[in-house]
């Protein structure tokens, strides 16, 4: 059994631990605050527009471009989104975990035809372990989101598309739903998935920091009673378009602004869920330590009992042998 001593040094470092676990928290609550204000400002905007583009195209047979057209793909290229720092969870290895599979379902074409746009310190430095060709270094946009870099790296991803160099592009990242909720996502970024707009995830809570068990639950339950609706009947696209000044103007402004409201959205997701994961983390070791100091404080007390009755004993027994 550990001395008394021991124990009380125990619980000092415990409660140093605890006051730090705390802190962090209160300053990822406080993070996670701007960075829903961020997307609450900036989701609409990138919404609406990703609707308008994809509905245009799907409706419009001469709205097909190059960057709508499936085509073999030789190249493919992955942009990903992590952290710069640990203490998350399993924010970044969820990611790093997704980031591999995909690159397994690649693997036939070689590991020269891959290439990784990294967002963040510990994902560029895992594709740096794994060998991996690395698009280079985008460490700072994971903590303080451009919206200058992101125009870069999509109008130079679009032109290797436009000129053949890669076939496919996807995003990886968390798409942040709640507090308490980060979905982790593999999206298309390139060619322009259609698809994707009628089997888009609209339900979000970006007004609440609370990333409670209830908070959670009442979640998934809102999930499944909106799932167990009768499906309504599918409207038709609206295809009375009048476009000016011409196809090509349109087209030629909408799919650079949509490409780089993309990677800025994704960003934006990938910051608030790395706060969120980060807070909850933090949260849960706080209360494992003062469910530790609690049982500490009773071994302390237990010891201390015993010591006291010990000397007791020692003394009653002195007495009746003098």
Known sequence: MPSLKEIKGRIASVNSTRKITSAMKMVASSKLHHAQVAIENMLPYESMLEHILKTFIASEAEAQTVYSIERPVHNVAFIVYASNSSLCGGFNANVIKMMQQAVAEYEHLGKDHIVIYPIGRKVAEKVTKLGLKSAGDFTALADKPNVQDCIDIAMELGEKFSNGEIDR????????????????????????????????????????????????????????????????????????????????????????????????????????????????????????????????????????QQAITNELLDIVGGTVNN
């Open 169 to 304: 592009v996807e995003m990886i990242y968390h798409h942040f739903k709640s507090a308490g909720s980060q979905i982790l996502t593999r999206k298309t970024f390139l060619p322009i998935d259609i698809e994707s707009e009628l089997a888009a995830d609209k339900e979000r809570d970006l007004t609440s920091n609370v990333a409670t068990r209830e908070a959670v639950e009442y979640l998934k339950q809102r999930d499944r009673q909106q799932e167990s609706r009768e499906q309504v009947a599918a409207k038709p696209l609206n295809d009375n378009f009048i476009v000016e000044p011409s196809m090509v103007d349109v087209l030629g402004k909408l799919i650079p602004k949509l490409a780089h409201l993309m990677l800025y959205t994704a960003l934006l997701d990938s910051v608030a869920s790395e706060h969120a994961a980060r807070m909850v983390a933090m949260q849960t070791a706080t209360d494992n330590a003062d469910e530790l100091l609690r049982d500490l404080n009773l071994q302390y007390n237990k010891s201390r």
